[in-house]
């Protein structure tokens, strides 16, 4: 399974940032928890400009589109993986959920 579908969420693992959890119905998952299809895309800022910036720490973007069970990950991304299209990794149930 490369994605956790519950009522409320659709959770999956990047391998730029770690997991994402992300709300239903915002984002809606087509094909199957093997082969995803997540729509529309995933943007993730990391401390973003505005009031709660903390200068100390820089600003990250990661901005994706989950297509067929694989992640491309956009060119405004700002780590390493920008540009590339990686298979989705299999997503590991946390002991609290298995």
Do not use: Y
């Not at 490369?2 to 969420?9: D, I």
């Not at 901005?63 to 992640?71: D, E, P, R």
């Amino acid at each position: 399974m490369k994605v956790l579908q519950t009522e409320s969420s659709l959770r999956f693992k990047c391998p730029a940032c770690g997991e994402h959890t992300v709300p239903v119905p915002r984002w809606q998952l087509s094909g199957s928890v093997e082969s995803p299809t997540i729509r529309p895309s995933l943007v993730e800022t990391v401390n973003p400009p505005g009031p709660d910036h903390r200068p100390h720490i820089p600003t990250t973007v990661c901005h994706s589109l989950v297509t067929n069970g694989k992640i491309e990950f956009l060119a405004d991304c700002t780590h390493n993986l920008a540009g590339q299209t990686l298979e989705l990794s299999e997503f590991i149930l946390p002991e609290t959920l298995s």
